[in-house]
């Protein structure tokens, strides 16, 4: 596990277009702005 980024944000988009492809592919973020997609829960 000392390989795993650990940090708080890892999961959010560094670059504009980033955010918009995950936008694309999983709709608008969650509250805690995670793209989780139609199927998954939080």
């Given at each position: 596990m000392d390989?795993?980024?650990v940090h708080p944000d890892?999961?959010?988009a560094t670059e504009e277009d980033e955010e918009q492809v995950l936008?694309?592919?999983y709709?608008?973020?969650d509250p805690d702005?995670?793209?989780?997609g139609?199927?998954?829960e939080s």
């Open positions: 390989q795993v980024d890892v999961h959010r936008q694309s592919l709709g608008d973020p702005g995670i793209y989780r139609e199927d998954e």
